[in-house]
């Protein structure tokens, strides 16, 4: 899933395009490298950067972006949006995906996704739901029910979410916040039990630049890798990058590991 961005703010500004022209041929590379899928977010999501915009402004510059590039490209456009007015108009625009960093706090939202029978990309976000739970694992599966209820109660089937645990998001909790992502990673697996497939975000986070030392997010690709791998081989079934490339010889290599180990384990079980 390649990350694109039109939004001056970005915490990576590798990630941004702001020409059209320059936005097409950023797209077109990733979908030539082997993306499936392009992600265009028109304002920064990042919890620590005080980068709001107007939605007047993510409206303009989110169908701008998704029409140019529905218009020319063969794979499915996501847009990354938490609000019903912007995700309207990249629908309108030809996404067929929403990526809603909020979990689908907006319930207008949730009604229009399940109204258009598109796809939904459901993030664990932090808020009142997950009361009660202990540590990073029990927060976010709480976290990621709650969109799930959300989503059901509006409609949405179950074959149309992917779940995504919210890295990078989580920063208030009861334990150092780079310590909670790599918690989070470590047990991945453990959220497949919810039911849907993963997508795990961690292209150049301030996680991997506070593990390596990394300051500046154009030089934490290795750790990026690295870190990709790691949640391949535990279960995740959609990355989304900035580095499509890079990230998909990561890929392979990790989820051929993974079947090897898989089909190991299940030959142990049959004895």
Known sequence: MGALNVSPESFYPGSVHIDVDALLEAAQTMVEAGAVLIDVGARSTAPYLPTAIDEEEEVKRLSRAIGALAAKLDVPISADTAGARPARAALGAGARVVNDVSGLADPELARLVGEAGVGLIAMASPGDGEAGATGPLATVAACLRRSLRRAHAAGIADERIVLDPGIGFFRDGPIPWVDWDVAILAQLEDLLELGRPLCVAVSRKSFIGAVTGRDTPSDRLAGSLAATALAVAHGASLIRTHDVRETIDAVRVAG?????????????RGS
């Open 256 to 268: 051929r590991i993974r079947e090897a180990v898989l089909h190991r384990d299940g030959e142990a």
